[in-house]
């Protein structure tokens, strides 16, 4: 095991002196420094078991391709493992890659794991083995996103509302700083004293307290004052929304992100944290018995909170699911997060972001001030970025995301390639995207749930999504199974552009920023989303069956 | 519904004036020219329901897009159906698709009849929906490569040798010829005499008889006088077996593609054809008993034949699978028929496939003459040459079909590139091959069958596969779910590509022609095959992890 750094500077690396390749080179560096990776020991980004490459062997081989290839060479990756390097042409993608794939019938743990452990596959996540994985602040700029449209469509701005939910853990813990950026008050329970301090320390939550009473009155304070604040409450979900519905009080949002997909890891109502943790190693069964009880009325106290008014939805954590097994049948009226996710999908839309490559944080501040006066309309992101750049730590090379749709990426793309060229940043930038995205994903429990015209299950759209990046020349280009979700539950794709000031390299990121966010539009607008059609229609994009 | 022909002459049709996009226009019509299709009326190309368009409608949106785009727009097709145009360049394929891919989970005939009932997917199997299929040549080309690999190996020739075999129906009508061409002698049973009268009328089988003993005489009297020639016989095929064993015939080669797959369509032992058809109305559950039972009979009988020296395989007829689950424990003694292809997918050998898109029978002629001097030291390759263009006659535009492995499909390529451009040959030439490939196809009861390194259900190498074709802009390239073993059981990759005489399309093709069979010798070598890993170091293929 190596410990590796992410690479600054502008001298390259390369043989062939070619951003082209020192580029992915840096990106995998960048996805597996200690402040980005998870465990970076094992090569272990994010997510569970996500890797950047299948084993260190692999990652040296991927290195010492990347150094000594030219610049019209093709490095092929299959599962984290480099097979083969073929001579293309300086237009075609230097690497591409396929990851964790399985035949239909065979797409399951059990079997993944065998052929893991005879070596023949390995599994990456979304953005881990392609390269992008940003840290925190993705999550954090996902969270602002989706409860900022929520609010945006409801309220028309969270000032002066109030967002309860539960769970400060590795998702979770985005919520109160997400929150906050938007203006609004965060009033967050946990059950564990240890991960809302680390929400304190780290600054992404402003006080706590372990009195229910008072930290509902410190909320209302908040709301009345239109004070954009978080409070965590050290006590058991259940706990908070029992004292919210008996007090009357009823949030203007209202989610939920313990870890209720995982029985073993849900706090039951009525035990402690240590109580809890003793009943689960001594009675297992019973733990289950009772966290299952327990997320029946936690969706039952939410659907009482969404009748009085509350905007509610589930956060991915397939809280209604469990409640619904357990018999609260009326759960899945609580609507899942992609009822505002789909609005921003549906204009192609999605979680758009760039690293300079020379690890230069003055390049994304800069970027952050382009970004401002090409896009001033959108008061959304322009909050995010004034409050990005308050609060947002960079990890490895200093990184931005931001929601852009289709025209969008390729005008800002566009701009940075010829600052870039005129010199006027310190290097090259990457650009990529989570495969969380408008086109890019077939996953009917998470991105294609409830679809308007049932195709949740199509996987045609990420192959499609993955072509075209590919035809368009990205850097690196993508696809893999199971991020999100599982193996067997999702396809997926991703790439890597590398805006290094040619000619060349602007004419290809100009293609992939135009058709990637463009599959997405296509996408929604044969599942019969007015807007993308209109979308389509307005921005030009050529829809043959529908003309 | 429209009734196609095959498109053909010098004349442009496309307002581009391209043939690249000409080129996917000839291919679209051609496979739907009734001399080709099997059931064109609802764009059915073969194998079941494996169609060209998703619809009527879809195919009309297909040719006028390609009517009207322009040389640097690409079309992107979704099972069947055009969803959108994009400008790219024309460094770039100008069709990309994706037909039938469901997310693993959902991956089943069920759901997809449910989405494609709603308009949502349709089947396209492999050729169809790529516009690669060329009619009954493809067939007998791979019968006569698999026989003819296995007596290379096992006898040298297979002139003086004894085939037998039985059915006579769509696949399997070809295995009486391939056996001439090779020149042995075939002895195929068939229970439907118009199915014999039909291999009879068009040539495809030399002579029958109702009389199993006659039968066996004219096959033992053909082989003394090492006579090329193929007989037929009315009967059983456990009933032609179990003479032999009886009389102490063994034959060389031994298989079957009686319709075992399906045993509803496997007539029993003791059963005439009426007989059959009369049990199969009245009482399927005895019919499907008897039928059983009678597959077990005739595994056991191969099993006693293979004991006294024939060399026997299961011809992708799930003969073995029916036995075994009837009783009979060693049925999987008998290799599959990957037994003798795998060893040619080793060196990325593969159907290979070309088409004159001006029909000009000629082109192919010349072409012929080509191979011959080209890879005159390829004795299977030349016989094969020789007695196509005796006995195949073109359907649709005048094609061939041969298996040409890493190196070769370059070499060849070029050759016919500069013909074009030198003006040579009547028009440009289409190139394309089978699904079913060396590195193009994960399908573990197949062609992945009994991979040596227990890989058979990775998915990575026909995506892998797709990208390299799609990154080398081959003219149009298609990635598909389900063909042959059907929905959930397969994936895999093919191409289109037209040789105009044009430089660009020139540098095009010569990077298919080597990505396309170098995926399949990488494949075999990360496998652990030590022939493929000799073909790479040879050939100059770089293997990072490897080197
Ligand atoms: N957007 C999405 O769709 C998406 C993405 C990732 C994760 N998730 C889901 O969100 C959930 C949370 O993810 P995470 O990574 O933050 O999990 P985590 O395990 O890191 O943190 C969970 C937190 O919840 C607390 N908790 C447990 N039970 C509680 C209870 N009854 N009341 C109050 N607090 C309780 C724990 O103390 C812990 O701090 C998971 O179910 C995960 O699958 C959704
Ligand atoms: N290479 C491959 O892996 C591959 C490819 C395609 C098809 N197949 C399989 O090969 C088999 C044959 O395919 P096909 O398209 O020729 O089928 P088909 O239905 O067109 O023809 C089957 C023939 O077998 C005859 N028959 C049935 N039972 C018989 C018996 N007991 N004895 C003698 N004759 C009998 C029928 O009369 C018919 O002529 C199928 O099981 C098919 O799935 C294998």
Chains 1, 2 share one sequence.
């Not at 699911?321 to 899942?336: H, L, M, N, R, Y």
Request: glycine fraction near 10%; charged fraction near 25%.
């Amino acid at each position: 095991a190596r410990r590796i750094k992410a690479i600054r500077g502008r001298d390259l690396h390369v043989r062939s002196l070619d951003w082209q390749l020192e580029g992915p080179l840096r990106m995998l560096f960048h996805v597996l420094d200690e402040e980005v990776a998870k465990d970076p020991k094992n090569l272990i980004v994010y997510g569970g078991t996500g890797k950047a490459a299948r084993s260190w062997d692999d990652f040296e081989a991927i290195v010492s391709s990347l150094m000594t290839m030219e610049s019209d060479d093709t490095l092929v990756i299959q599962s984290g493992q480099p097979i083969a390097i073929f001579k293309l042409d300086k237009r075609a993608p230097r690497v591409v890659m396929s990851n964790a794939m399985l035949v239909p019938k065979w797409a399951d743990w059990r079997t993944f794991r065998e052929l893991e452990a005879r070596g023949l596959i390995s599994f990456h996540q979304m953005t881990a083995g392609c390269w992008a994985y940003i840290g925190t602040q993705g999550i954090l700029q996902g969270t602002y996103e989706t409860i900022g449209y929520a609010a945006e469509r409801h309220f028309g701005s969270l000032e002066g509302r109030l967002m309860v939910s539960a769970g400060l853990g590795e998702m979770g813990g985005a919520q109160p700083l997400a929150v906050k950026m938007l203006g609004g008050v965060a009033l967050i329970a946990d059950v564990d004293r240890r991960m809302i301090e680390r929400r304190i320390n780290t600054a992404y939550l402003d006080a706590w307290t372990d009195d229910v009473d008072k930290a509902i009155s410190m909320a209302l304070a908040a709301k009345e004052k239109r004070q954009a604040t978080s409070i965590g409450v050290l006590a058991n979900a259940v706990d908070l929304l029992e004292r919210l519905v008996r007090e009357g009080v009823t949030p203007d949002l209202l989610t939920d992100q313990t870890p209720a997909h995982d029985p073993l890891a849900y706090v039951p109502q009525g035990l402690s944290l240590e109580e809890a943790n003793k009943l689960k190693a001594s009675d297992p069964d019973k733990y289950v018995s009772l966290a299952s009880s327990s997320m029946a009325k936690h969706v039952q106290l939410m659907l009482e909170l969404q009748r009085r008014g509350a905007v509610t939805f589930d956060y991915g954590n397939n809280l209604r699911k469990q409640a619904f097994d357990a018999g609260v049948e009326d759960a899945f009226k609580i609507p899942g997060q992609m009822e505002f996710l789909r609005p921003m999908f549906e204009e192609g839309r999605g979680p758009f972001r760039w690293i300079s490559l020379t690890g230069e944080p003055n390049d994304i501040y800069r970027l952050d001030d382009v970004l401002l006066s090409l896009f001033e309309r959108n008061a959304r992101l322009a909050r995010w970025i004034r409050n990005a750049h308050k609060y947002v730590k960079f990890q490895g090379l200093p990184a931005r995301v931001v929601y852009l749709g289709y025209g969008e990426r390729a005008l800002f793309g566009k701009t940075v390639s010829q600052m870039v060229r005129r010199g006027e940043l310190n290097g090259p930038m990457w650009f990529g995207r989570d495969h969380l995205d408008s086109g890019s994903v077939a996953s009917p429990y998470r991105e294609t749930e409830a679809m308007l015209d049932g195709s949740d299950a199509i996987g045609d759209w990420p192959i499609l999504n993955y072509a075209l990046n590919t035809a368009s020349g990205a850097t690196w280009t993508c696809f893999h199974h199971g991020g999100g979700t599982g193996i067997g539950y999702s396809i997926h794709a991703g790439f890597g552009m590398v805006v290094d000031g040619s000619e060349l390299a602007e004419e290809k990121a100009m293609r992939v920023f135009t058709v990637d966010p463009g599959s997405g539009v296509v996408r929604h607008a044969h599942a019969g989303y007015p807007k993308s059609l209109r979308v389509a229609r307005e921005r030009g994009i050529r829809i043959p069956i529908m003309d």
